[in-house]
């Protein structure tokens, strides 16, 4: 079983930065994108941005410009640079491995990102 630490959460201010971490515990084979997505309480988990083996990337228009999604194969990890955090950031993140069927996508635990006003 593949387990996914996520890293890098915690509480900033208004237009600060924030770097998260998602180490894979092994080579997960069978991907299609390594990806972040983010829930509020009460609200659906959203893609936030999402990236291929041959680093093509995509991201929610609301964090375009700010955030920036990246990916080192050799470590089996991905990263989620956020800078110019704003408020509505704030949210649980979760880093996810989009595989190719039949095999099962993995999550990791989620990690509280908290941007004050």
């Known amino acids: 079983q593949v387990q996914l630490v996520e890293s890098g959460g915690g509480l900033v201010q208004a237009g600060g930065s924030l770097r998260l971490s998602c180490a894979a515990s092994?080579?997960?084979?069978?991907?299609?994108?390594m990806g972040w997505y983010r829930q509020t309480p009460g609200g659906q988990r959203e893609l936030v941005a999402a990236?291929?083996?041959?680093?093509?990337?995509r991201y929610a228009d609301s964090v375009k410009g700010r955030f920036t999604i990246s990916w080192d194969n050799a470590k089996n990890t991905v990263y989620l640079q956020m800078s110019s955090l704003k408020p509505e950031d704030t949210a649980v993140y979760y880093c996810?491995?989009?595989?190719?069927?039949?095999?099962?996508?993995?999550w990791g635990q989620g990690t509280q990102v908290t941007v004050s006003s």
């Open positions: 996810n491995v989009d595989r190719k069927p039949p095999f099962m996508d993995y």
């Open positions: 092994r080579t997960i084979s069978s991907i299609n994108a």
């Open positions: 990236i291929t083996r041959g680093d093509n990337t």
